[in-house]
């Protein structure tokens, strides 16, 4: 018997082309992300690692190829709410995911959406805001909250719909040297949980604490390897 963990990402000769441009964002991208991984995946401006994340959260239709999470195809209407609870995503900018005034009511957002039960809303909100070490800040404004502790809240709002991998876009370019130590180790600590992650980054020192790195280049995988 097969032994290794089951893919919880695959994409097969992927690409990618935005309408105005005249080369492709991604290009014949071969990739395998088991559940549990810890990917890493930099590249310069320019090199794709946004743009495979959007295509892997759904939010983009790919030119070719086909791109699976938890085996639905991701970009097809009619997978895009399990997608989108397989596949948390954070992006660079925290106010951009921030949408309620108070910090509980904020993480308690997503599952209200999912038409989850009172209590288990609670529960969920709870254990996020604990992962995240913002239990004391639960009935703070958001708005009154560091860059940092923001970055943390928006993680906790998509840590509360519990998906199977979290993926960070430069999650941690606009913070300061504490906010992005502080986010760095909340993703060390969820990795060493069995969360499945993928930090898209262009610094390499933040790209050495996953187990494993995919370097892209002009939209194509030059190297998959360890750090």
């Known amino acids: 018997m097969d032994s290794r963990p089951l893919p919880l990402v695959e994409a097969h000769s ?5 309408p105005s441009a005249s080369s492709p964002a991604i290009s014949g991208v071969d990739l395998v992300i088991p559940r549990g991984d810890y990917v890493a995946r930099v ?3 320019g ?4 743009s495979l994340l959007r295509l892997m959260a759904g939010l983009r239709r790919p030119s070719e190829g086909s791109i699976r999470v938890g085996g639905l195809e991701a970009s097809e209407p009619q997978n895009a709410r399990q997608v989108r609870r397989s596949l948390g995503l954070v992006f660079q900018a925290p106010l951009d995911q921030i949408v309620s005034s108070v910090v509980e009511e ?3 957002f997503g599952p209200e959406n999912l038409g989850l039960a009172r209590e288990e809303i609670r529960l969920r909100v709870g254990r996020a805001l604990e992962d995240v070490g913002l239990s004391s800040e639960s009935t703070r404004p958001s708005l009154f909250l560091s860059a940092g ?3 943390r809240l ?3 709002g998509a840590l509360a719909l519990e998906p199977d991998c979290l993926a960070f876009d430069e999650a941690t370019a606009m913070l300061d040297p504490a906010g992005r130590l502080a986010v760095l ?5 969820l990795s060493a949980q069995g969360l499945t992650l993928i930090h898209a980054t262009h610094d390499m020192e ?3 604490r996953a187990r494993r790195v995919v370097v892209l280049g002009a939209g194509r995988i030059v190297y998959d390897g360890s750090p």
């Open 14 to 18: 992927l690409s990618y082309t935005y």
């Open 43 to 45: 590249g310069p401006n």
């Open 47 to 50: 090199s794709g690692k946004s």
């Open 106 to 108: 904020d993480v308690a």
């Open 149 to 151: 502790q923001q970055q």
């Open 154 to 156: 928006a993680i906790a």
């Open 185 to 189: 180790g909340l993703m060390d600590r």
């Open 206 to 208: 933040e790209a050495s």
